[in-house]
């Protein structure tokens, strides 16, 4: 959408031409900012794949979060279900990933401190961490890592 001083803002708009409300929500938490667009981009792709799977905001799980990081490319420690993303995309890489998972972490956040529903995904999200290459290769037996512990005070994904 064109913006009255030129610029652009994004959002998530379904076939039927409504306004996807909690996507907008959190899209416009970085309105102006260059990651409106790629977390749009990522966000669209995850809200579609959650009504696939027939889960909203107070009926996802961290474990879900998992299967679809897992759907998208991520190598995790489990079975994540039918292929997604028809007809077969490329695997998000390395990059990707952290950009789909920071992205999703603050969307869910986001929606978790709006609504107050879904605590128990808020709690698992504020405590865990996904576990970076540099966590694994430091780790005994770290290539069945599937997060790791926050620092008390830290902040990120």
């Not at 999200?125 to 037996?141: E, F, H, I, K, V």
Request: glycine share 10%; hydrophobic share 35%; with cysteine.
């Amino acid at each position: 959408m064109k913006r009255s001083g030129g610029g652009r803002s994004y959002t998530i708009v379904w076939p039927d031409c409504t306004v996807d409300e909690e996507a907008d929500g959190f899209l416009r938490t970085h309105e102006g900012s260059g990651s409106q667009k790629t977390y749009a981009y990522y966000l669209v792709d995850h809200l579609r794949w959650r009504v696939r799977e027939g889960l909203t905001t107070p009926t996802i799980r961290l474990l879900d979060l998992h299967r679809y990081i897992g759907a998208v490319g991520a190598r995790v420690p489990m079975p994540w279900g039918e292929p997604w993303r028809m007809p077969p995309k490329k695997p998000y890489g390395t990059s990707a990933l952290e950009v789909a998972a920071a992205c999703l972490k603050g969307f869910y956040l986001h929606q978790c401190a709006v609504t107050g529903v879904n605590d128990e995904l808020r709690e698992a999200l504020s405590l865990r961490r996904l576990p970076t290459q540099a966590d694994r290769n430091r780790a005994l037996l770290g290539h069945v890592k599937t997060s790791m512990p926050r620092p008390p005070g830290a902040s990120g994904p």
